[in-house]
């Protein structure tokens, strides 16, 4: 893993967040918390960009952020705890937070 983009605004309200997915690219890891997990709500724009992100980069948010609002993502999704959060952050040979 390269880089991890770290999103935490809600990608449906902010459009300079949601330009930053155009910069993953197929080595990179996006992790949604907060409310950005929004973007995972099916039929929105946010959704629609996930979709378009190159298919070996990994996407991942946090469980508890996304069993709060009670989303059922359609797009496949790893569900992380904060303990995975950090082992993604030190894996990951750089960080860019998208907040």
Known sequence: MTTLHL???SLLLDAG???????????DTVLLTG?????LRPGSVAAERLARL????????LAEDVQARRLHPERA?????????VDLS????KVISWT
């Open 90 to 93: 030190v894996s990951c040979a």
């Open 17 to 27: 967040a949601l330009d930053g997915l155009s910069w993953v690219g197929s080595e």
């Open 77 to 85: 999704v790893t569900l992380i705890d904060y303990p995975t959060f």
């Open 54 to 61: 190159p298919a070996e980069a990994a996407l991942y948010a």
């Open 35 to 39: 409310a950005a997990v929004e973007a």
């Open 7 to 9: 999103f935490s605004r």
